[in-house]
């Protein structure tokens, strides 16, 4: 079977340009070559073809070979007189995050779907890829042989390795079952390693012996410490890209944030990279692939990921609530619950699932999916008398339809639910998930099952609490970042993206809410600047409180109930 070897190198890195050359077989009169218009964990376009520059095609002869564009992806060549094409192309490698391709003095990080291109007749044969780099770098990935080469045995598995060849990276491993996982650091100074290995091998124990088997007999943890701020990670079968920063917080305050999104991407093994959405099996590279399944594949992880941390006791029941209380709060703080389901905004991450959008349009799959996740496992667990749960469902869609290499809908997730529960989720379709019925009251009573609640305070933020009104600081500007509907800064027509420039005629300056609490119930006036104008509005006094605080806490006192609902659920977590 033939192979498509690619070459890359890069000589100058500060021009951020990596080179590629391969050469692909030609047996009919014109072959169709693609990049990637989209990446896998990331549901949206990304036209990675912007980022490529200079492509030439050479006949068998490398001599000039004709080629025309035909979309925005794809090219397409005349190979009536020649019997294979050797392409080069640069692509321009400076952007760096858990999925893309970066370049720089000191590392290549490549994300293969990013920027290798591909046909569709040679999509079923064996990638090669030879990267010329210094001697004493060091090489990962997934797909790494002995011999420092690069290979998959198509482009499938191929877009989903990326791979990294860095001067600064160190690594440990660790065992579970059968398969080796190794975690690789970038860009840190000499760690110590003991508690990291612990926490890692505690919750990728505890998923693995949930689901009863691992996918892969090597699984790769890469993590790229940024000297700035970053929180985002990227799954693969086989490995996932983690990047967190500024470097010194990532084993420090930002700890409990990398176990969270180690947690969440490894279960991302089981569910998306193995239970997948029909939809997105195989993945089209070349359109969106449209799922309303967003609460399964983000949602269901984004609970699991944590509250395996629990389970493990890798975080205290303390820990879990506080990142709990977070979706919950983010929850409550998007009027958008109203206007669109979790369903259509899964559908619509291809329009603007990653971006704040129009206020109050739509919802996240994560926090909603996660918040419907825990609803649906204490729904489980309720019918069960806690015999079984959410993990249960999880498990028969691995084995009966992952396994199997089928795809599945929302009809084939009701079924497991109803299936293993044996009580009906018609209405938790129907409200929930395809509709926009407020879910705070099964969310109270599912919390209320396992003896946790819901406690509110009113914001310490005067604008918040009073006014109802978010703002952010930008270059010392304070700039209105959400209205809650109804109140007075609703009401007396405040807009987002205003900039609060006084209040009662007195300048602020970085210190909004010290003279708001000054004024107190007196707020006669607020000037904002808006669209090139500065504009005075009067706000209404509305009696009660907007934006609140929400955070679950344990009840006083447990009913037997209770603790036994909480004790199967925690696992050894509540026990701390
Ligand atoms: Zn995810």
New binding site residues.
């Given amino acids: 079977m033939e192979t498509i070897v690619y070459r890359i190198n890069c000589p100058s890195s500060h021009q951020k340009l990596l080179h590629f050359e391969a050469s692909f077989p030609a047996d009919k009169e014109h072959i169709r070559l693609h990049i990637s218009a989209w990446r896998p964990?990331r549901y949206e376009l990304a036209n990675f073809a912007k980022n490529i520059k200079n492509f030439v095609v050479f006949d068998d002869q490398m001599k000039s070979c004709a080629f025309r564009k035909i979309n925005k992806d794809t090219w397409e060549v005349d190979t009536t007189k020649t019997t294979k094409i050797t392409i080069r192309y640069s692509y321009h490698s400076a952007e760096l995050n858990a999925g893309s391709t970066f370049i720089d003095d000191t590392q290549i990080y490549i994300n293969p779907v990013n920027c290798i291109i591909y046909s569709e007749e040679a999509k079923d044969i064996p990638f090669e890829l030879n990267i010329e780099a210094p001697k004493n770098w060091i090489k990962m990935s997934s797909i790494l042989e002995g011999d420092g080469v690069f290979r998959a045995a198509n482009f499938d598995e191929l877009a989903d390795s990326p791979l990294l060849i860095s001067k600064n990276l160190q690594s440990a491993n660790y065992q579970v079952q059968d398969t080796i996982f190794t975690i690789w650091v970038n860009n840190h100074k000499p760690i110590d390693w003991t508690k990291i290995i612990e926490d890692f091998s505690k919750f990728t124990k505890a998923q693995i012996e949930t689901f009863g088997e691992f996918p892969s007999k090597t699984f790769e943890f890469l993590i790229h410490c940024l000297p700035y701020t970053a929180y985002h990670?990227v799954?693969h079968l086989k490995s996932t890209v983690i990047t967190l920063g500024p470097t010194p917080n990532v084993f420090g305050e930002q700890y409990n944030d990398l176990l969270g999104i180690a947690s969440?991407?490894l279960y991302?093994v089981y569910n998306?990279k193995s239970i997948r959405p029909a939809e997105m099996l195989p993945y089209d590279f070349k359109h969106e692939n449209y799922s309303s399944l967003g609460y399964v594949?983000?949602g269901i992880?984004?609970y699991m990921g944590d509250l395996f941390l629990l389970k493990s006791g890798v975080f205290t029941l303390k820990d879990y609530l506080r990142e709990f209380s977070e979706q919950l709060q983010k929850h409550f703080d998007n009027p958008g619950r109203f206007s669109y389901s979790i369903a259509e905004s899964s559908f619509d991450t291809w329009l603007d699932g990653y971006v704040p959008g129009v206020p109050g349009r739509k919802v996240s799959i994560?926090t909603e999916g996660c918040l419907l996740a825990f609803c649906a496992d204490i729904m489980i667990r309720k019918a069960s008398n806690n015999k079984v749960n959410l993990d249960e469902v999880m498990k028969r869609l691995y084995y009966d339809f992952a396994l199997k290499n089928v795809g599945i809908t929302e009809k084939d997730y009701r079924n497991e639910l109803e299936n293993i529960s044996g009580t009906s989720f018609k209405d938790f379709f129907e409200h929930y998930i395809n509709g926009t019925h407020s879910f705070e009251g099964i969310l109270v009573d599912s919390l209320d099952y396992l003896g946790l609640e819901i406690k509110q305070t009113p914001s310490k933020l005067y604008a918040e609490a009073q006014l109802g009104i978010k703002t952010i600081r930008k270059n010392g500007k304070e700039i209105v970042s959400a209205i809650f509907p109804g109140s007075p800064g609703d009401l007396g027509g405040l807009a987002i993206h205003d900039e609060i420039i006084s209040v009662n005629k007195t300048p602020i300056n970085n210190n909004l809410d010290l003279w708001l609490k000054y004024f107190e119930n007196d707020i006669k006036s607020i000037e904002v600047f808006r669209e090139g104008k500065s504009i005075e509005k009067s706000l209404p006094e509305v009696n009660r409180f907007f934006y609140q605080i929400h955070e679950i806490e344990v009840k006083k006192t447990l009913t037997q109930s209770q603790e036994k609902a909480i004790a199967a659920w925690a696992l050894e977590g509540v026990k701390e």
């Fill in positions: 964990g990670g799954e969440h991407e991302h998306v594949y983000e992880t984004t994560y």
